[in-house]
């Protein structure tokens, strides 16, 4: 069976906030409805982010949610994670591509239409776009690039497109009304005092939209 491509992609943080581990983070997010869990971090060993993604695949393959590393390809190869997602000063999409083959996703963040468009030519499974808002959970976010940017590059590029930057319970409809086939988010699950309650407003968010 493909792996899917979910449409509410949590990512794990202990940086902007200390109170939740990823594992329980994972767990809260998956209990409010998210159909993806990207393992973010940025900091530790290489050993310790290891030990710490094949713990949450394992939570997130009980569950049937796909699960995705960020940024680190050696972290996926050794968790068995479901893909990558990659920057574009991140390794390689075409050379990510063939270590993981095929099967597993592989996902590209892009701020401009030009990096968009290079991650449809490297062979991205799908588009991380963005910051669509004004966000503080990203130093090297870049400007926003607002509804009609995002609005472009669902248009013109013929992959999944997830809003990211920003994203809210609030602001989600508008996102999806823009054509983006999904959302990911970090502080407005991980930095919440509830994050199961603040992952199913988000999932809420995106059921009344498709209704």
Known sequence: MPIKIGRLHVLTDTFLQRRFSHIELTEMAIAGGAD???FRQKEGTTREMIEIATEMKSHCAKAGVTFIVNDRLDVAL????DGVHLGQNDFPIPLAREILGASRIIGGSAATLEEAEKCVTDGADYIGFG????TGSKDDAGPVSGIDRLKQV???YPLPIIAIGGIS?????EVIQ????GIAVISAVCCQVNPIRATRDLFQALEIKND
Request: aromatic share 8%.
């Open 36 to 38: 993806t869990i990207q």
């Open 154 to 156: 669902v248009r013109d």
């Open 178 to 181: 823009a054509g983006a086939y």
């Open 78 to 81: 050794a968790s068995e994670s």
């Open 131 to 134: 910051p669509v808002f004004p």
């Open 169 to 173: 319970a609030k602001n989600t409809p």
